[in-house]
């Protein structure tokens, strides 16, 4: 039997009401795991409640859960130093140059056709959340029509692409139209997948924005600073607009592991990753949840290879099903999951 008082916590949980009422954000307006007052990050209590009373999701192939690899492409070029022969840089300074001119290269363990071979090895399809940012935007580093063919290369190998909203597309309608209407230039059909740079996002703006500008789903709500579940859920859900007192419509994604925050903000070294997401793979497998992991391509250096070869060795032997984001939600809409949830978290209001 589950208190008022528990079912009172779980429906706080899962609607993120601290994030309304709180005053505390970091210098990029997020609300983090260091500022909440739930500490079972580590554990998605909402969908263990959801479980408990008989919802069983399926997925193709009898899998057992599902796992969302995701990339977010914040950068593809780096600026190379050219340093000129001694004619060209007296040619320079009699033009009245002075700056050392660069150029713009593709790092190796950049290339996201390095990333597609590695993962169709694997057999592996994942989401790519691209960038639409201009020049003098803030952290600009392409434009999508230079990623016209990459972006075609990913669709051929049945991959995913989403909009990675810049650091002003969260909470302002129109930069996020605008984002939003420079990727579908580039794109065959309309963009349905959203996640911001930084994870940035409003509770109370973001949901409504995203809805509006016509995706159909978001895949931004983990902390940045901790692996784990934001919200207590391991499933896609709609969220709860606690303003407005009705479900929101539009699918969250929530996203549960970031390679930022392991490496960055918990310092872990790339076994402690590995065993992290070993643990949070396990909790999502109880109740036949989905797991979500962010890798981005920029980070490939040796700890992260060496996170995501274990990491991969371990996971493909699960049985789960490898799946897009946007496979993973025409699946469950198709299923009306989302419904069969909301009509089990109402009991906790
Ligand atoms: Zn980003």
Known sequence: MITGSIKEKFWNIFTSKEEY???????????NYSFSKNRE??????????FKNGFRPQYPGNADFAVV????????????KIFPGRF???ALMLKGQQKQPFERIIPKEWDLNNMI??????????????????????DYNYEVNEVGNTIQNLLNSGCEIGLHGGHKAYNNIENNLLEKRRLNLVLPTEVKGYRNHYLRF?????FSILLKNGFDYDSTFGYADCVGFRNGMCYPFQPFDLNRNEFIDIIEVPLVVMDVSMFYYMSLSSFQAFQICQRLTEEV???NGVLTVLLHNSNFDNKMLDFYNKFVDYIKCENAWFTTTGNLVDWW?????????????????
Request: no cysteine; charged share 30%; proline share 1%.
């Open 21 to 31: 009422i709180s005053d505390l954000s970091d210098q990029y307006g997020r609300f």
């Open 202 to 206: 409003d509770i109370q703006k973001t």
């Open 117 to 138: 071979e590695m993962e169709m090895k694997n057999k592996f399809i994942s989401t790519f959340f691209f960038m639409a940012l201009a020049e003098g935007d803030q």
């Open 333 to 349: 809409k198709g299923k009306e999951y989302h419904l069969q949830i909301n009509d089990i978290v109402l009991q906790l209001k």
């Open 41 to 50: 990050v580590f554990s998605p209590v909402v969908s263990e409640f959801i």
């Open 88 to 90: 060209q840089r007296i």
């Open 285 to 287: 497998k109880k109740v």
């Open 69 to 80: 690899f995701s990339h977010d492409v914040d950068l593809i070029f780096r600026n190379k």
